[in-house]
Nanobody, 121 residues
Framework: QVQLVESGGGLVQAGGSLRLSCAAS????????VGWYRQAPGKQRELVAA???????NYADSVKGRFTIARDNAKNTAYLQMNSLKPEDTAVFYC???????????????WGQGTQVTVSS
């Protein structure tokens, strides 16, 4: 069974920083693209940042220059470094990964349980 577990959320003042982690575990053959999404109360889930297996990244316009996505393939872990946080960044952040599992050799979508990020003004 493949699992994604996020960590690193919390409460921070505006202008502060947080680093989120997303660790994949289980019988994994390969991890392709990884994305961080967020969902604020009353809003739809939106893509914040994504990274391919080759390291190519893309970001939502609202976080460009402030957030950085990275991955450590040896650890099956992805990160989201968030700097200059704003109150409007407050949301539950979710990790998504396109994973090929050993027992099911077709790429499938996996989601973490979410981690709350709250930015106070």
């Amino acid at each position: 069974q493949v699992q994604l577990v996020e960590s690193g959320g919390g409460l921070v003042q505006a202008g502060g920083s947080l680093r989120l982690s997303c660790a994949a575990s289980g019988r994994i053959f390969s991890i392709n693209a990884v994305g961080w999404y967020r969902q604020a109360p009353g809003k739809q889930r939106e893509l914040v940042a994504a990274i391919t297996s080759g390291g190519r990244t893309n970001y939502a316009d609202s976080v460009k220059g402030r957030f950085t996505i990275a991955r450590d393939n040896a650890k099956n872990t992805a990160y989201l470094q968030m700097n200059s946080l704003k109150p409007e960044d407050t949301a539950v952040f979710y990790c998504n990964a396109k994973i090929v599992a050993v027992h099911y050799p077709v790429e499938d979508d996996y989601w973490g349980q979410g981690t709350q990020v709250t930015v106070s003004s």
